[in-house]
């Protein structure tokens, strides 16, 4: 299993990537660049539909040469949680809760509701998210096209 954690991105390679990331997230919603900040919500903030989500994650693939797998975010906070221990009856646990505050720690603590339904976790992705997801794909050497894993 591979255990790439949050703590390994640093600030800098954030903000390396950040101003090409929110330009693409500017250009994808349609809105002014500057109201695109780190800690922006993409739907909250910045009135993203999912729909755009994927809109913004084809466009972050091309430009920045990365495959991202739909359902990338919730997969990688998930862990080695099962899915029963993520998630009951389209509610996220405790555990689950635990682990995506640990993931998505770019996001303040307020903004996680209890309970939280799996359908609202993209509606605490930022700016700032979005760079996390990159850089982890950069690293994880999954450049386009790469194969399928089993």
Not at 23 to 29: F, P, Q
Not at 121 to 134: D, N, Q
């Amino acid at each position: 299993m591979n255990q790439m954690t949050n703590t390994q991105i640093t600030k800098e390679e954030v903000l390396a990537i950040y101003p090409k990331v929110s330009e693409i997230i500017a250009a994808a919603l349609p809105c002014e660049v500057e109201r695109v900040k780190l800690d922006a919500s993409l739907i909250d903030d910045l009135g993203a539909q999912s729909i755009d989500f994927l809109d913004i994650v084809f466009r972050l693939e091309r430009a920045f040469k990365v495959k991202i797998p739909r359902g990338k975010i919730v997969t990688d906070a998930r862990g080695d949680l099962s899915e029963a221990d993520f998630e009951q009856k389209g509610v996220v646990t405790d555990a689950g809760l635990a682990r995506l505050k640990v993931f998505l720690n770019e996001v303040p603590a307020e903004r996680f509701p209890s309970p939280l339904k799996v359908a609202d976790i993209p509606r605490l992705f930022t700016t700032e998210t979005f760079c996390k997801m990159v850089i982890r794909q950069q690293r994880s050497g999954t450049s386009t096209p790469a194969p399928a894993a089993a």
